[in-house]
Structure formats: structure tokens, C-alpha cells
């Protein structure tokens, strides 16, 4: 049985930094290809954060966290990561990691995915 599970979220003041992670379960993590991070904030839909291949390649990333935010994985660890660095009000929401095999990664914005986990909460205050 496939499982995700976030961690790491919390209420941060703005500039501060926060680091996700998501473990991964159940499965032979690299025959996911894609290991993405999406956000959804209330009132709004979900959008992608950031995406990497599970075996490696340039990481993907939404203008919006450009510069700020990167994501990683540990293979031997089944984990991915999001160091979220220089944090501001409108990166509020629940973060979710989600596990796919498409490819390319989330191409075209394309915010479904196969697996995803239960989300972390991420606020940060002005």
C-alpha cells in the first residue's frame, strides 16, 4: 500500500524558513518517476510547487518559489525534501507531496497525480 507522509510544516514569521519532508512507503520509490510538492491555500485551487524526477534531472519549480524554495530527494531514504527559504504571507496553505509516473512531471501544469499524502500546514505571518 502506497504511503506519503508529510512533515515538517508549522508557522513561521515572514523571511523565516522551513524545511518538508515526505517519506515514501509501500512501493519501489524510483517507479514513481515523479515526486512533486502542490499547495492549495482556502478559497484557491491547488497549484504545483515543485517537481523532481525520482532518478534524477533538472528539478521543476512554479515562478512563484523560484529562487526561494528547493526541492530534493534522498533515494536510499524513500524521502523527498522542500527547503523553504525567505518565506512570505502568500506561501500560506497546506502543502501536499504526491508520487506520480507520468512523465514528463506534472507537464503543463497538470496538478492530478496518482498518490498523494495527507499535507502539513504552512503559515506564515506578516
Known amino acids: 500500500q502506497v504511503q506519503l507522509v508529510e512533515s515538517g510544516g508549522g508557522s513561521v514569521q515572514a523571511g523565516g524558513s522551513l524545511r518538508l519532508s515526505c517519506a515514501a512507503s509501500?512501493?519501489?520509490?524510483?517507479?514513481?518517476?515523479?515526486m512533486g510538492w502542490f499547495r492549495q491555500a482556502p478559497g484557491k485551487e491547488r497549484e504545483g510547487v515543485a517537481a523532481?524526477?525520482?532518478?534524477?534531472?533538472?528539478?521543476i519549480y512554479a515562478d512563484s518559489v523560484k529562487g526561494r524554495f528547493t526541492i530534493s530527494q534522498d533515494n536510499a531514504k524513500n524521502t523527498v525534501y522542500l527547503q523553504m527559504n525567505s518565506l512570505k504571507p502568500e506561501d500560506t496553505a497546506m502543502y501536499y507531496c504526491?508520487?506520480?509516473?507520468?512523465?514528463?512531471?506534472?507537464?503543463?501544469?497538470?496538478?492530478?497525480?496518482?498518490?498523494w499524502g495527507q499535507g502539513t500546514q504552512v503559515t506564515v505571518s506578516s
Open positions: 504526491a508520487a506520480d509516473r507520468r512523465i514528463p512531471c506534472f507537464a503543463g501544469g497538470r496538478t492530478d497525480a496518482s498518490n
Open positions: 509501500g512501493y519501489t520509490y524510483s517507479s514513481s518517476n515523479c
Open positions: 523532481i524526477y525520482t532518478g534524477g534531472g533538472k528539478p
